[in-house]
C-alpha cells in the first residue's frame, strides 16, 4: 500500500535534495541559497533548469538522467506529489536534482540575477478564465527575467491547444527569438537532435493523452531582457475537452 499524504510530508522534511517554503511561511523565511545553489547545494558549475510546476517530479528526474551535466530543479506547491520525483532521485543516487516546494508566483525570491539558464514548463494549467495565472503570461514571463540569464531559453510542452495558441501570441507579438514551435511534437519530421532526445520522456498523464489521440504541443523561446512585453489582446477557442485533474471548463466558447 502506498504511504499517506502525511506520511510523505514527514519524508519530506528529511529528503537533503527538498526545500519547503510555501507562500505561508516564504515572507517571514529568508532564502539564504538564493543566488548560491551550485556552491551551496550542486557543488558544481553546470547550468540550471527549473521545471515550474513539476507535478510527481518525474519529468524532473528523466531529464536530470538524460543530461548529467545540467542541474535541475523541480517546483511546485504540491508536496505528496513532488514526493514521488524526490524519492526516486535519491534512491537513484543523482545528485544534479532538487526540488523546491512553493507558489510558483513567488518564483523570483529564490534565485538571484543569471542564476537559472532555462525553464521547462510540462503541461500547465491553461488557466483559460485567469491570463494573469499562465505561466506563459507576461505577467510570469517578467517575473522569470529577474532571475533568468539574457536571452534564457523557455519550453513548453502541452496537450492543451488553448495555452500553445496564447503563447504562440506572446511570443509573436513581443517578437521573441523564437526557436522551435510544433503542433505534433512526435510525428515532426523537422525536430533537431536536442528536441529529439526528450521524446523519451513522457509522464504517466502525458501518455495517457497521446492514448486518447491528442497531439502533444511543443515550442522553445529565448527570452530576452531588453524587450519591452505587451500582453496580447486577442480571443482563443477554449479546449473542447477536459483534461486530468483539470477544473470544469468555462461555459465560454472563447477566452482571452
Not at 529564490?110 to 539558464?117: A, L
Request: charged fraction near 30%; proline fraction near 4%.
Amino acid at each position: 500500500m502506498g504511504k499517506g499524504k502525511l506520511a510523505k510530508f514527514a519524508d519530506m522534511e528529511r529528503y537533503e535534495n527538498v526545500f519547503q517554503y510555501p507562500y505561508s511561511v516564504v515572507d517571514n523565511v529568508p532564502f539564504e541559497m538564493k543566488g548560491s545553489w551550485r556552491q551551496q547545494y550542486f557543488h558544481n558549475s553546470n547550468p540550471i533548469v527549473l521545471e515550474l510546476g513539476c507535478g510527481k517530479g518525474e519529468y524532473t528526474v528523466e531529464l536530470a538522467k538524460l543530461f548529467p551535466h545540467v542541474n535541475f530543479i523541480g517546483v511546485d506547491i504540491k508536496g505528496a506529489r513532488m514526493w514521488t520525483g524526490a524519492t526516486q532521485a535519491l534512491e537513484q543516487g543523482l545528485k544534479n536534482v532538487a526540488f523546491l516546494r512553493t507558489n510558483i508566483e513567488v518564483i523570483d525570491r529564490f534565485f538571484s540575477d543569471g542564476e537559472v539558464q532555462e525553464i521547462w514548463l510540462t503541461f500547465s494549467d491553461p488557466q483559460m478564465k485567469n491570463p494573469r495565472k499562465r505561466l506563459t503570461s507576461t505577467c510570469f514571463l517578467e517575473r522569470y527575467r529577474r532571475f533568468l540569464v539574457d536571452g534564457g531559453v523557455i519550453h513548453l510542452k502541452t496537450d492543451s491547444n488553448f495555452l500553445f495558441t496564447y503563447t504562440s501570441y506572446v511570443v509573436d507579438e513581443n517578437n521573441l527569438p523564437l526557436l522551435f514551435r510544433t503542433t505534433d511534437l512526435y510525428h515532426d519530421e523537422r525536430i533537431d537532435d536536442d528536441t529529439r532526445q526528450i521524446l523519451s520522456i513522457q509522464t504517466y498523464y502525458e501518455s495517457m493523452w497521446i492514448e486518447r489521440g491528442l497531439n502533444i504541443k511543443y515550442q522553445k523561446f529565448r527570452l530576452p531582457r531588453a524587450l519591452e512585453l505587451h500582453e496580447p489582446e486577442v480571443e482563443i477557442e477554449l479546449d473542447d475537452y477536459r483534461s486530468y485533474h483539470r477544473d470544469k471548463r468555462t461555459p465560454k466558447q472563447f477566452g482571452v
